[in-house]
């Protein structure tokens, strides 16, 4: 097994044991990214397939973000496993946030291609 115990773990051996036990769990369920508890509710991500510019802001988990439109002013949800696909496959910028929803991205799409 790897160690994955973090630094501010405590001296009491009883304390220390039990977190060892907890974050040994968290390995099992893979919920643990490079050292780093990911929440019940979000999605574990790769550190390593993303394009954080050499960085130290890459994600280790990723959650549902809300956002109203620039365009229409609809509320939107730029959704966890949305967000993976950006951010890893296709080497999105890792401090880009949401903007448009999918209709007026599309659009302005469009209108650049008609004006060009």
């Known amino acids: ?3 994955v115990m973090p630094k501010m773990v405590s001296r009491n051996p009883i ?4 977190e ?3 974050l040994a769990k968290l ?3 893979g ?3 490079k050292g780093i508890e990911v929440p019940q509710s979000a999605l574990p991500a790769n550190p ?3 394009n954080h510019g050499g960085g130290y802001s890459a994600k ?3 959650q549902d973000i809300d956002f109203i439109c620039a365009g229409c002013g609809k509320p939107g949800i730029w959704t966890s496993q949305q967000q993976k696909r950006y951010f890893e496959i296709q080497k999105g910028n890792i401090y880009n946030k949401p903007k448009w929803c999918h209709e007026c991205h599309t659009k302005n799409k469009e209108a650049k291609r008609n004006a060009a």
């Open 60 to 62: 280790f988990y990723y």
């Open 15 to 18: 304390k220390r044991k039990r």
């Open 27 to 29: 390995q099992k369920e």
């Open 31 to 33: 919920r643990l990214v």
């Open 48 to 50: 390593d397939a993303q």
């Open 1 to 3: 097994m790897v160690n």
């Open 20 to 22: 060892e036990k907890r």
